[in-house]
């Protein structure tokens, strides 16, 4: 498949950024060559326990001609250590760098309105709702909205029909802590099993509705309660992709003191770690109900600027673009 160029707006700037996608080769193969020509091998390709020693092979292993190229990666993708919590000198591997934790309380501010939404991840985000039928290929790029949510004991799907959705996409760089957009008692709290497809856009050319296709771990959380957002019931699914060995669920109300596991009944706080991916690139969800929220009007317009190349479009291969957001800045409110 001819390389299409792949952009996304910073939203700080409005600037449009062009990104590099880390093992695009490897995946074109995975995509094109393999999975046509030696099925079997792409299966076990996208298995987890293929993924988990491809994650051990990147990001695991300690020497110095490996910590020379970390080196390179951080100065490429310009990550910023001075943000993190530990000292940046005791890091020896490269999963220790994707798992840092930050001063999010300083380096991330939050709003302080109650009624706001904010991003899970630092990460690009792409906004759209089940109410538009002109949108309904952007949901169908990216997941079938059925599998996504429903796990055969479990089916949540008709409490989101027609409401609105958020694709939030972490590169290998991203900071890989989720936090909570919203705050709101749990009231349920499951793992759907799966594969392990990249999320780099270039398996949504090959293949239709990765993510609803991966192993993905999902959270309704219930906002209408005392001291809760106020926008009816959310779900988060959080979902893993190639190398992402696991998600672990660490809940913590203070830095990222004292973890605790998500379970029915516990009530979140808006803006706190939530989750971890260890490590690699991944994929957070978020589904509203039918009318609640409103997404931040600079987010909607920047998904149909036409100055930028992205490997998403529609059927009349209108590019959507990718916003980059921080995880905890506000995306949308009550409607």
């Given at each position: 498949m001819h390389r299409i160029t792949h952009q996304y707006i910073e939203r700080e700037t409005a600037r449009i950024k062009t990104e590099t996608l880390y093992g695009d080769r490897f995946i074109n193969l995975l995509y094109s060559g393999i999975r046509e020509r030696t099925p079997l091998l792409f299966k076990a390709l996208i298995s987890s326990r293929m993924s988990s020693l491809l994650g051990f092979l990147n990001y695991d292993l300690d020497?110095?001609?490996?910590?020379?190229?970390?080196?390179?990666?951080?100065?490429?993708?310009?990550?910023?250590?001075?943000?993190?919590?530990?000292?940046?000198?005791?890091?020896?591997?490269?999963?220790?760098?994707?798992?840092?934790?930050?001063?999010?309380?300083?380096?991330?501010?939050?709003?302080d309105e109650n009624d706001t939404v904010v991003s899970p991840a630092d990460a690009r985000m792409i906004a759209g709702s089940f109410r538009e039928t002109s949108l309904l290929l952007i949901k169908e790029k990216f997941f079938d909205f059925t599998e996504l949510l429903d796990s055969g004991e479990r089916s949540w799907t008709e409490r989101f029909e027609g409401g609105d959705f958020a694709v939030f996409r972490l590169t290998p760089d991203k900071y890989h802590y989720?936090?909570?957009?919203?705050?709101?008692?749990?009231?349920?709290?499951?793992?759907?099993?799966?594969?392990?497809?990249?999320?780099?856009?270039?398996?949504?050319?090959?293949?239709?509705?990765?993510?609803?296709?991966?192993?993905?771990?999902?959270?309704?959380?219930?906002?209408?309660?005392?001291?809760?957002?106020?926008?009816?019931?959310?779900?988060?699914?959080?979902?893993v992709a190639l190398m992402i060995g696991e998600i672990v669920q660490c809940y913590s109300e203070?830095?990222?003191?004292?973890?605790?596991?998500?379970?029915?009944?516990?009530?979140?706080?808006?803006?706190?770690?939530?989750?971890?991916?260890?490590?690699?690139?991944?994929?957070?969800?978020?589904?509203?109900?039918?009318?609640?929220?409103?997404f931040d009007e600079d987010l909607v317009i920047n998904r149909n600027h036409l100055g930028v190349q992205s490997r998403y479009n529609l059927g009349s291969q209108r590019p959507?673009?990718?916003?980059?957001?921080?995880?905890?800045?506000?995306?949308?409110?009550?409607?």
């Open positions: 020497s110095v001609a490996r910590m020379t190229g970390a080196r390179r990666f951080l100065h490429t993708c310009g990550i910023d250590l001075s943000e993190c919590v530990d000292d940046a000198a005791s890091f020896r591997t490269l999963r220790q760098i994707f798992e840092r934790k930050i001063r999010y309380w300083e380096v991330r501010p939050m709003p989720n936090h909570t957009p919203v705050s709101g008692r749990v009231v349920d709290h499951y793992e759907i099993p799966g594969h392990y497809h990249p999320c780099n856009p270039t398996s949504v050319l090959y293949i239709a509705t990765p993510l609803s296709k991966n192993k993905r771990v999902v959270t309704i959380i219930d906002t209408d309660v005392p001291e809760g957002t106020g926008i009816g019931l959310v779900a988060m699914i959080e979902v203070r830095a990222y003191d004292d973890p605790r596991k998500i379970q029915p009944g516990l009530f979140l706080k808006k803006g706190l770690p939530k989750s971890l991916y260890r490590p690699g690139s991944s994929t957070d969800i978020l589904i509203f109900q039918n009318g609640r929220i409103r959507l673009a990718e916003t980059e957001v921080a995880v905890r800045s506000g995306i949308a409110r009550i409607k």
